[in-house]
């Protein structure tokens, strides 16, 4: 059996794992270091990798920004940033037809600027939104559907532990893909809002109008919003921004996770301040957040061990090779494996998809010619994966979105959110077409800032 027909062969059991309900953190380390072993023949030499690869793996400085990150993402749900951000955008925009709708999807994408998780916003800003949604008439399948589709926001407006994730397996820079992320994320914000008004025009029962808030009450609730204005900025423009002007010679302020450290302080601080952070509720950020994190590492050393797996059999390699030599066109190439994110990313985390499937995909990515550099390539792919992949999370029957929702809304069938959901499904597949076709949207805030 060659390398190839092993890692084939290893990646079906694994997945036949995955689907059988295995963690897919164990179900990756056990399918890899079995692998190895047959690979290498000896149990003390796999042992012995292990070890290395154990070492390699958590010694790693750039895996400190994701608890960092998580903790940013619980203090900022702790201490009522949702509820405030909500309001603003609630008095802003309610009096329009299915206005309160549309404000709940900035409200998301202000909080996935502060939280970074897509399960986490949708969770949150489902508790905060859907009474008031409901208690305005809007339909439980519009109100359900926005809230789904908008928490996917989280994780695509920076910080992003995904992005994070992904730079590190392709050693490009975590700033310039945080940079990269901030136009898809605003066109996906906007995206969702002109289907909430395209949605109330078809089916006009299913949202209603307010009455116009006074502009002194809007500019008091707006000036509420002000600690996620600030540590956003703080946190992106610490780590982005050129700071030569304030400092010679300091292109930037704070490294990714120095800013990640600086975003998670300035949250617990104001936590404390509005009195949303008492010290249970500190705890229990502490608490989650290691959780998460260990969660989050048992993936990431379970793909690990594969990954290393692969490079034994050197299958990325190879099928790299086949693909060039198959003549296919690149964009042919790209839409199957975008394809594929979208099936895999209705059944599994995004973090596991990426995890899994970008030592494989990325090679082949990296020998097909798009007209642009390898870094170019590399930054633009890594954001339509994490796209497609989010388009999963809300994509019936299985979209874990969906069921985060249904759990808040426990008394509306999910059949209604399943139909409410589906025109933002659209709206992000005719997203993906978009920065498909026009790289340069995706790119052109990198390239204007480095």
């Known amino acids: 059996m060659t390398g190839l027909e092993l890692a084939l062969v290893a990646f079906a059991v694994m997945l036949l794992a995955i689907f059988l309900r295995v963690p897919i953190g164990v179900a990756m380390f056990a399918t890899g270091f079995i692998g190895t072993w047959i690979v290498l023949g000896r149990p003390s030499a796999t042992l012995s990798q292990m070890k290395t690869l154990t070492y390699d793996t958590f010694s790693s400085y750039s895996l400190s920004i994701v608890p960092l990150f998580l903790l940013m993402g619980q203090f900022a749900t702790k ?34 600027a502060v939280c970074g998780s897509s399960l986490a916003t949708a969770s949150t800003m489902g508790q905060v939104a859907l009474p008031e949604m409901r208690k305005r008439g809007y339909s439980d399948a519009l109100s359900t559907g926005v809230l789904a589709a908008g928490g996917t926001l989280g994780i695509l407006i920076p910080p992003s532990v995904i992005l994070v994730i992904y730079a590190i397996l392709t050693e490009q820079n975590i700033v310039k893909m945080f940079i990269a992320a901030l136009i898809p994320g605003i066109l996906a914000a906007l995206g969702y809002m002109l289907t909430v008004a395209i949605y109330v025009r078809v089916r006009p029962d299913a949202a209603t109008m307010a009455e116009r808030a006074p502009m002194a009450h809007r500019l008091q609730t707006l000036i509420k919003i002000w600690p996620v204005v600030v540590i956003f900025g703080l946190v992106m423009g610490g780590i982005a921004a050129d700071w030569n002007w304030f400092k010679p010679g300091v292109q930037a302020l704070f490294t990714p996770t120095e800013g990640a450290a600086v975003g998670a302080v300035a949250t617990g601080i104001y936590g404390v301040a509005s009195g949303g952070l008492n010290w249970r509720g500190f705890l229990d950020s502490i608490l989650e957040t290691a959780q998460a994190s260990a969660l989050i590492f048992l993936i990431i050393f379970g793909a690990q061990v594969f990954n290393s797996f692969l490079a034994f059999t050197q299958a990325p390699q190879q099928m790299a090779e086949w693909v060039t030599l198959q003549g296919f066109a690149p964009i042919t190439i790209l839409i199957a494996m975008l394809v594929c994110y979208l099936v895999f990313g209705c059944v599994m985390d995004s ?27 590399a930054i633009w792919f890594g954001i339509l994966a994490l796209i497609v992949v989010e388009v999963g999370l809300i994509t019936p029957p299985v979209g874990m979105n969906l069921f985060i929702i249904n759990q808040v809304a426990q008394d509306v069938p999910m ?36």
């Open 79 to 112: 201490s009522g940033m949702s509820a405030a951000l909500f309001n603003a955008a609630s008095d802003w925009l309610g009096h329009r037809k299915g206005g309160v709708a549309m404000a709940a999807v900035g409200a998301c994408a202000g909080f996935g």
């Open 351 to 377: 973090l596991s998809m990426i995890l899994l499937t970008i030592p494989i995909f990325f090679p082949i990515i990296e020998v097909l010619d798009f007209g642009m550099t390898v870094e170019q390539t």
């Open 415 to 450: 059949g209604q959110t399943y139909r409410g959901v589906l025109p933002f499904v659209f709206s992000d597949l005719i997203r993906v077409v978009i920065l498909v076709a026009f790289p340069g949207i995706t790119l052109w805030l990198v390239g204007v800032m480095f």
